[in-house]
């Protein structure tokens, strides 16, 4: 096969593969390829190599030259596995782009980008390599064992081998065998992608014409389940060619067995074929829809900014009909000929926009998020690659598939945190990434959200992008009203009930009356958020993890939301000895409990990550909500996303002091969004929508700003202080954990490692200091925050300060065992 790519070295030349291993290396490894193989080495297949001892890996092809190492050796590539790239230049740029702006590996970036099903696994077998009969007394009775299974098997991996002997350390034995010329060890490598087929029926080509159709029917007058197979296919063949065994046996009243004896027969031929994991039915929706007069003018304004602007943000208030926007201009996209890529925030949104975008897109929507198993993830993967999905829609890692002309990026609610990778590395915005993505695809990105973040505002303010307001609700809609009850005068008048002001419990019990919905919010999940002994103080904590458990109703367990510690509940302090435990605070599971006791005839569901396990968790609470199975819905922050319900028309929030008080410069910006975000889920049709926000401090300006959507007020108090606190956008942030499982070490290297830092950067140096959760997984922290000005100092520069301390770290062997870990724009 001619490769154009090696087409200018001869096939004589000795060629050299830079490649990206999976593994968290300093830069990529040279390899030597061999002569056969110079027409079928490209740059972005995959090949399979062997790095250290004995370790195999599938790595990516970077870059080919006839330039050999020059401090090593390079050994040969083991195989090629693809016959074409499975990655672009373009994915190399964002490649390279995110290592160093996040200042993490390219092998960690790889691990991140490909799909699970597309990165081979390794794994030891054993294989005998005996071919005569030899004496077997020399054996050990362990490697006796082994010979023996070896015999039965064929081959056995490592771990079928440790099972065996019931012991762990099998190597020395291995080695022995080996020693002795009767084992081979081997890796071999596996490749998990395997396409999904079904099997189809078809007439074979004797009984195609309808006199051969006639005499099989008279020939199967004694089979007569046989005979109404065929009568029952002939039928489907008018609808449909491609008829399966269940549809056959569904259509037909026989069992499988006559199916299998007209195969048999010959009068059926068995085809196997390749299917998409993502078909499914049309969804019944308005596909034409018209744009009002405030959507259009919108609309032409977001043409007339992409003619300037590469980034623009639109501003558009929650059932403003963003949606609809954004459905215009991906098919605009497509009309180009061009592909386009709708992320959003949350896993949990896809369900109701996908069904959106199947009616419009239908077989060319693709939809990427890690709910989906590896092979569909590899799925995805492929066919985006092959442009036969034009639009895809997904989570952050979707800016990560085989996009080859990217015509349009859309980020719907482009505030959210959850666009933001905390761990593992590459600590990545999906955002900040798809507006990079836009950059090398030469494409236009539009960032849409009700509730902008402070940075996207400011750079639209500032003219650095372009700006587009669509500030008023689709059709009839009115915003919702806003109220603040205060939970302390309520408790004076004597008007709370548990959790729920009389307010509240009474705006309830009229919207259920009406036939129409409530969502109810709360930001904790699980039952009780504190275990406390009322005697001596005594509080269950994570043995793991320096946070307090939270007690679960569903699995009668206290659970750490840090590591997935679980325990059984205490009955008696284990402290003192008294049985006096109290639970205090609360989540989704006692506000579900409570309000079941207080108004025990109306239907309830629960929406938060315990009840949404499992791939269509999520899609099965939201559509049996959807249609109208709860009158009411408790939930986390995930009822706050995007979400969009006819009924809804009244929202309450149960307490929000925890989520304005929680210890985060973001906290008041994060508070205003969430709030009105969650308000938004009210009235989003004719009738009007109802919020009501419990609350201690009622007076709190956030909480004016919510009830007055003053998202301007909002931006200029927080802005100010932004700026007089050398906070972003002002100023980049870059932290530094430290960690290790001795505070001590831990505390003496984050010490050390900030005052390495010091001498050039100064006061810029905050810390360290321990994190609100100092000891996470057994591993104390300690954190050190950079605060770097955007004006008169280059930030590429700080960062290779940053990697010169951080090599001399790990190289002092003082430091060894400590971990550390930089998180670029981290909050």
Same mark, same amino acid.
């Given at each position: 096969m001619?490769?154009?790519?090696?087409?200018?070295?001869?096939?004589?030349?000795?060629?050299?593969?830079?490649? $990206?291993?999976?593994?968290?290396?300093?830069?990529?490894?040279?390899?030597?390829?061999?002569?056969?193989?110079n027409d079928r080495v490209q740059i972005g297949v995959r090949v399979i190599v062997q790095f250290g001892r004995n370790k195999i890996y599938s790595a990516v092809v970077k870059s080919i030259s006839k330039e050999a190492p020059l401090k090593y050796e390079a050994k040969y590539i083991l195989d090629i596995i693809d016959d074409k790239p499975i990655v672009n230049l373009a994915q190399f740029k964002l490649w390279d782009w995110l290592a160093d702006y996040y200042m993490c590996s390219l092998g960690e970036v790889m691990q991140a980008a490909l799909p699970a099903a597309l990165k081979l696994a390794s794994e030891t077998k054993v294989i005998s390599s005996i071919t005569e009969e030899f004496d077997r007394s020399t054996l050990s009775d362990k490697e006796y064992l082994i010979i023996e299974a070896l015999e039965v098997a064929g081959e056995l991996k490592v771990n079928d081998i440790v099972k065996l002997l019931g012991q762990k350390t099998v190597f020395p034995i291995l080695k022995q065998l080996f020693d002795k010329g009767i084992v081979l060890i081997s890796e071999e490598i596996t490749e998990r992608y395997k396409p999904k087929t079904k099997v189809f029926l078809r007439f074979a080509p004797d009984f195609r014409n309808e006199d051969a159709k006639r005499e099989l029917l008279d020939s199967l007058n004694r089979a007569?389940?046989?005979?109404? =197979?065929?009568? =029952?296919?002939?039928?489907?063949? &008018?609808?449909?060619?491609?008829?399966? +065994?269940?549809?056959? =046996?569904?259509?037909?009243?026989?069992?499988?067995? *006559?199916?299998?004896?007209?195969i048999d027969k010959g009068v059926f031929e068995v085809k196997e074929k390749v299917v998409s994991r993502f078909q499914g039915e049309d969804i019944e929706l308005d596909a034409n829809f018209q744009f009002n007069e405030n959507q259009q003018r919108a609309y032409d304004e977001i043409q007339q900014s992409f003619e300037e602007k590469e980034v623009t943000l639109l501003h558009g208030v929650t059932a403003s009909g963003k949606t609809q926007l954004y459905i215009r201009l991906i098919e605009q996209a497509i009309a180009e000929g061009k592909s386009a890529l709708y992320l959003l925030p949350e896993i949990a949104l896809t369900a109701q926009i996908t069904a959106r975008l199947k009616l419009h897109f239908g077989d060319k929507l693709g939809v990427y998020h890690s709910k989906f198993n590896d092979n569909e993830r590899a799925e995805v993967w492929q066919k985006v690659m092959k442009n036969e999905f034009q639009v895809v829609i997904g989570a952050r890692s979707s800016v990560f598939l085989p996009f080859q002309d990217l015509g349009i990026i859309i980020v719907d609610e482009e505030h959210e945190s959850s666009y933001k990778q905390f761990d593992p590395a590459p600590r990545y915005h999906a955002r900040d990434t798809a507006i990079y993505l836009?950059?090398?695809?030469?494409?236009? $990105?539009?960032?849409?959200? *009700?509730?902008?973040?402070?940075?996207?505002?400011? #750079?639209?303010?500032?003219? @650095?992008?372009?700006?587009?307001?669509?500030?008023? +609700?689709?059709?009839?809609?009115?915003?919702?009203?806003?109220?603040?009850? #205060?939970?302390?005068?309520?408790?004076?008048?004597?008007?709370m009930f548990s959790y729920f002001s009389g307010t509240l419990l009474k705006a309830i019990e009229e919207a259920v009356k009406n036939?129409?919905?409530?969502?109810?919010?709360? #930001?904790?999940?699980?039952?009780?958020?504190?275990?406390?002994?009322?005697?001596c103080g005594f509080v269950a904590k994570c043995v793991n993890c320096d946070v307090s458990l939270t007690y679960h109703k569903s699995s009668n367990m206290m659970h750490c939301h840090y590591c997935g510690h679980v325990e059984p509940p205490l009955r008696v302090c284990p402290a003192c000895g008294m049985p006096h435990i109290e639970s205090k605070g609360f989540g989704t599971e006692r506000v579900e409990e409570e309000l079941e006791?207080?108004?025990?005839?109306?239907?309830?569901? +629960?929406?938060?990550?315990?009840?949404? @396990?499992?791939?269509?968790?999520?899609? &099965?609470?939201?559509?049996?909500?959807?249609?109208?199975?709860?009158?009411?819905?408790?939930?986390?922050?995930?009822?706050?996303?995007?979400?969009?319900?006819?009924?809804?028309?009244?929202?309450?929030?149960? #307490?929000?002091?925890?989520?304005i008080n929680f210890p985060d410069f973001r906290a008041y910006e994060r508070s205003f969004s969430l709030f009105s975000q969650v308000a938004g889920r009210a009235g989003r049709r004719e009738a009007g929508g109802r919020v009501i926000i419990q609350s201690y401090t009622t007076n709190h300006r956030v909480l004016e700003q919510v009830v007055n959507n003053d998202y301007e007020g909002m931006f200029m108090t927080e802005i100010t202080e932004r700026k007089n606190y050398l906070y972003p956008p002002f100023y980049r942030l870059i932290r530094i954990d430290i960690k290790h499982t001795d505070f001590q070490k831990c505390y003496d290297a984050a010490n050390r490692f900030a005052a390495a830092l010091r001498p050039q950067l100064g006061a810029r140096v905050l810390g360290p200091e321990p994190p609100l959760v100092s000891r996470v997984r057994n591993n104390f922290i300690q954190t050190i925050t950079l605060k770097i000005e955007r004006t008169n100092i280059s930030i590429a520069k700080v960062k290779e300060l940053i990697r010169s301390v951080l090599l001399d770290f790990e190289i002092d062997k003082t430091n060894s065992g400590v971990r550390v870990q930089v998180d670029v724009d981290p909050y």
């Open positions: 001619s490769n154009p790519q090696s087409s200018i070295f001869s096939e004589r030349d000795t060629l050299f593969i830079d490649v $990206v291993l999976p593994l968290a290396l300093a830069r990529t490894y040279t390899y030597r390829i061999p002569a056969d193989w007569p389940k046989q005979q109404d =197979a065929v009568l =029952a296919f002939m039928q489907l063949v &008018k609808k449909t060619e491609e008829i399966t +065994r269940p549809m056959l =046996a569904e259509a037909s009243g026989c069992g499988n067995g *006559a199916i299998t004896a007209l836009g950059f090398l695809h030469q494409t236009k $990105v539009l960032l849409g959200s *009700a509730t902008p973040s402070l940075e996207s505002y400011y #750079n639209a303010k500032a003219k @650095k992008y372009g700006f587009v307001q669509l500030l008023e +609700r689709y059709g009839n809609a009115q915003l919702p009203s806003v109220e603040l009850v #205060n939970i302390p005068e309520e408790g004076r008048k004597e008007n036939k129409e919905q409530v969502i109810l919010f709360q #930001n904790r999940r699980g039952h009780t958020t504190m275990i406390q002994c009322n005697t006791l207080l108004m025990p005839e109306i239907r309830i569901g +629960r929406l938060d990550l315990d009840s949404t @396990k499992g791939k269509y968790g999520f899609d &099965k609470i939201i559509t049996a909500f959807d249609e109208h199975e709860f009158d009411v819905l408790i939930g986390t922050q995930m009822v706050a996303k995007g979400l969009d319900f006819g009924r809804v028309s009244l929202i309450g929030v149960v #307490n929000a002091d925890t989520i």
